[in-house]
């Protein structure tokens, strides 16, 4: 089933379609048959949030009608679950482009299998970063009865296309005035601000 977005009225039109697939249509239902209609090597960037083999239902109440969702994170066993997910994430590799970057959110139920998983099917070397998301603060649900430590963080597993020519844009922040001021607060007497550029700019890295 596919659903055609419709962009609010004011909002800028959208680009030109790509020549593979429709970007504004959304579509729902099993990735997996849409994923084998796309040719090798189409896809730039893909994030997943699959289910997480938590034993749980889901319900959610989705669009302006409040239309009922639900899907069921059960299955028999870990084995059962990769072996769910294992002819999708084949498939994602698949259309993956060399220079693009895939994206695998999961938590502590599965997470170590889903990596092996992974590894097998991008290859070990593919592999470039666990991304630690912490979803709140620490806590042990002790008054819950719980005898382990707090399951508060999630993991996104980084896998790349290709070897070393795949696409990565680093996104940078500018620091604080607090931070600034507490680690570069050595100025150097001998250099001169031009009118450009602010004295906290040339702030130097204390040595000790």
């Known amino acids: 089933m596919a659903k055609t977005g419709v962009a609010p009225e004011g909002a800028p039109k959208a680009g030109k379609p790509s020549s593979v697939i429709d ?3 959304i579509y729902c239902g099993d990735n997996l048959e849409q994923l084998k209609k796309l040719p090798d090597g189409c896809i730039d960037l893909i994030y997943i949030d699959p289910p997480f083999n938590s034993n749980r239902n889901y319900e959610v109440f989705w669009g302006e009608t409040k239309e009922k969702r639900s899907f069921e994170d059960r299955h028999e066993s870990t084995q ?3 072996e769910f997910m294992r002819p999708r994430c084949v498939e994602l590799a698949r259309v993956l482009k060399k220079t ?3 994206y695998y959110h999961c938590d502590w139920h599965a997470s170590h299998y889903v990596k ?3 590894d097998q099917i991008f290859g070990e070397h593919k592999f ?3 991304i630690v998301w912490k979803r709140s603060d620490a806590k042990g649900d002790a008054g819950q009865g719980a005898k382990h430590l707090g399951r508060c963080h999630d993991s996104i597993f980084l896998y790349t296309g290709g070897d070393d020519d795949y696409t990565f844009n680093r996104i940078y ?3 604080t005035d607090e931070y600034v001021e507490t680690f570069y607060k ?3 007497p001998d250099v001169t601000c031009p009118p450009e550029i602010s ?3 040339m702030r130097l890295l204390p040595l000790t």
């Open 186 to 188: 050595h100025a150097d």
């Open 100 to 102: 693009g970057t895939f």
């Open 199 to 201: 004295p906290l700019e």
């Open 128 to 130: 470039q970063n666990e």
């Open 173 to 175: 922040a500018p620091f």
């Open 116 to 118: 092996v998983m992974l």
């Open 80 to 82: 059962a679950y990769i």
């Open 23 to 25: 970007t504004r249509v």
